[in-house]
């Protein structure tokens, strides 16, 4: 079974400007959640979808990032303009149903803002 | 009050020992409780989930959960070098998985 994919695996951008990260998740898995670590701390919950709706996006920080999931598969997260404190690693993970059910992450998007 | 709290500091132990991590969080209707484990530089990789109150064994790993104390913990058997890493409590609960920071476990040669 393949597993959560993402990418680009690095990014690094001058603050201002733009950047989008791409996630395809397990086969079959409805839900699909978009997390920023920091380093240092655990994974904080950005977004969370259910199938092509959006469960939870209280933590979004809306003015921003956005992100969608068209057809219920893929998704992107984008974040514009960028500032110094996005700096972190941003991990997507499925699963398939809600929070309930184990969530398997893919390898995540390192981003750097300089 | 955090969510879910992992408070010991960086754990050392001895190759063979048994390695010890706790966890409590403060929504009491939490349903589901997960232990991951991340590499420095990885993404976390799920090593065990637990439901109900009591024990949870699976190989080297047991995860214990008491709802009424709300607390969860993993238990490292025979810990060996390649467990060396950061594992990290997760919580479901109001449809939302809350993560602890983390704890750092290494094992000593």
């Known amino acids: ?85 996005d700096s972190a690693v941003y991990l997507c993970a499925s699963s398939l149903g809600g929070v309930n059910q184990p969530q398997h992450f893919g390898d995540g998007t390192r981003l750097s803002i300089l | 009050q955090k969510e879910v709290e992992q408070n010991s500091g960086p754990l050392s132990v001895p190759e063979g020992a048994i390695a010890s991590l706790n966890c409590t969080y403060s929504d009491r209707g939490s349903q589901s409780f997960f232990w991951y484990r991340q590499y420095s530089g990885k993404s976390p990789e799920l090593i065990m989930f ?36 950061t594992y990290l409590c997760a919580v479901g609960g109001n449809n939302r998985l809350a993560f602890g920071k983390g704890n750092q476990v290494v094992v000593i040669p």
């Open chain 2, 50 to 85: 637990i439901y109900s109150n009591g024990d949870k064994e699976d190989g080297r790993f047991t995860a214990q959960l008491n709802k009424a104390s709300q607390y969860v913990s993993l238990l490292i058997r025979d810990s060996q070098p390649s467990d060396s890493a």
């Open chain 1, 1 to 85: 079974e393949a597993g959560v994919a993402q990418s680009p695996r690095y990014k690094i951008i001058e603050k201002r400007q733009s950047v989008a990260f791409w996630c395809n998740p397990i086969s079959g898995h409805a839900t699909l959640y978009w997390y920023q670590q920091i380093l240092g701390q655990g994974p904080k919950l950005l977004i969370q979808f259910q199938n092509n709706g959006v469960v939870d996006d209280s933590q979004l920080p809306k003015d921003r990032f956005s992100a969608e999931r068209l057809k219920g598969v893929d998704s992107t997260l984008k974040i514009q303009p960028a500032k110094l404190e």
